[in-house]
């Protein structure tokens, strides 16, 4: 594809992305969930988890996009573009069931979705399994996160709760893949520094 045209459609996809209009390929596991009865105070914080996990898929996208541009082999930008159409269908749920709590996406999707292109853009220069490897490393945290998500949710908030579980359920699936195509474990402080980014992303998010 000629420069100008692919920058177009990356720059389109980026704008999709961010603004929350992505389309999900398959249907939202909220449709089969009851409706929940949510004070306000459980409504503000179920929007805030959600925004968190939106802005995760955010970075997801912005991730597998590098990597699969910059991957070496061809089984390992399939999976990348594979692995992409599942968190794209995650972005799509998590905006929906915002625009459901009546709130809205994070302001800062776009410094979250260019520091992520970035970022996913180092690892794949690094090399095929260390991108793997990163992968790997990001969806054990992202595992880890959303299961304390599930503990954090309201119990009457099924909706949200039914994402969560499918999202954790893929995000296991995407760090298994990443593991047999040859990634492995990260060293101890390269771990501690992607929990702390962590850290900060989830604490603004949950509000902004």
């Not at 269908?89 to 520091?115: C, F, I, K, M």
Request: net charge negative; glycine share 6%; aromatic share 6%.
């Amino acid at each position: 594809m000629p420069f100008l045209d692919q920058a177009i459609t990356d720059f389109d996809n980026a704008l999709r992305v961010i603004t929350g209009q992505a389309s999900a390929s398959r249907p939202s596991p909220a449709l089969q969930a009851p409706d929940g009865v949510l004070d306000a105070a459980e409504q503000r914080h179920s929007a805030g988890l959600m925004r968190i996990n939106h802005v995760g898929e955010v970075c997801a996208q912005a991730l597998y996009d590098a990597q699969g541009r910059f991957a070496q082999g061809s089984p390992i930008k399939q999976q990348f573009a594979e692995a992409g159409r599942e968190e794209e269908d995650h972005l799509a749920w998590t905006a929906e069931r915002l625009r459901q709590l009546g709130s809205r996406v994070s302001l800062l999707n776009p410094l979250w979705y260019a520091g992520s292109y970035a970022l996913g853009t180092l690892a794949a220069r690094l090399g095929d399994t260390r991108s793997l490897s990163f992968v790997s490393e990001t969806e054990r945290q992202v595992e880890k996160h959303l299961n304390s998500h599930l503990e954090q949710l309201p119990l009457q908030d099924a909706k949200s709760r039914a994402i969560v579980e499918q999202m954790r359920d893929d995000e296991i699936a995407h760090g298994e893949a990443a593991r047999s195509l040859g990634g492995v474990e990260m060293p101890l402080p390269a771990q501690k520094a992607m929990q702390a980014m962590s850290k900060v992303m989830t604490t603004v998010a949950y509000y902004i």
